[in-house]
C-alpha cells in the first residue's frame, strides 16, 4: 500500500510565509505525479502546485503564481510546497496527493494525505 503524509501548516498572519513538506512511503513501485491541493469551507478541492506526469517543470493554480515555489526529490518520493506573501483566501486544508503504482498490485492509483490546516488571520 502507499502512504501519503503532510506536515508543515499552522496559523500565519496575512503576508507571512509557511512550508509544508510531503513525503510518499510504503510498497512503491514507481511515483508518477506528486502535488497540493486546498480545500477552503464550501468550496471544492482546487489544484495549488504539482509536478505532473513525471515532468520537472510544475504546474500552478494562477492564484498562487509568483507566491508558492513547489519542489521535490524523485529519489525520496518527496514534494514540498513554500507558500510565501500568505493570503487570507489562502486558508483551508492543504492536501498532498500522489500518482503511483504499488509494487505489491502493480496498479496505479491516486493517493491523498490525511490534510492539513493553513489558517493565514490576523
Known amino acids: 500500500q502507499v502512504h501519503v503524509e503532510e506536515s508543515g501548516g499552522g496559523l500565519v498572519q496575512p503576508g507571512g510565509s509557511l512550508s509544508l513538506s510531503c513525503a510518499a512511503s510504503?510498497?512503491?513501485?514507481?511515483?508518477?505525479?506528486m502535488g497540493w491541493y486546498r480545500q477552503a469551507p464550501g468550496k471544492q478541492r482546487e489544484l495549488v502546485a504539482a509536478?505532473?506526469?513525471?515532468?520537472?517543470?510544475?504546474t500552478y493554480s494562477d492564484s498562487v503564481k509568483g507566491r508558492f515555489t513547489i519542489s521535490g526529490d524523485n529519489a525520496k518520493n518527496t514534494v514540498y510546497l513554500q507558500m510565501n506573501s500568505l493570503k487570507p483566501d489562502d486558508t483551508g486544508v492543504y492536501y498532498c496527493?500522489?500518482?503511483?503504482?504499488?509494487?505489491?498490485?502493480?496498479?496505479?492509483?491516486?493517493?491523498w494525505g490525511q490534510g492539513t490546516q493553513v489558517t493565514v488571520s490576523s
Open positions: 496527493h500522489a500518482v503511483g503504482k504499488s509494487s505489491t498490485t502493480m496498479r496505479t492509483g491516486d493517493y
Open positions: 510504503g510498497t512503491i513501485f514507481s511515483i508518477y505525479a
Open positions: 509536478f505532473t506526469n513525471s515532468g520537472t517543470t510544475p
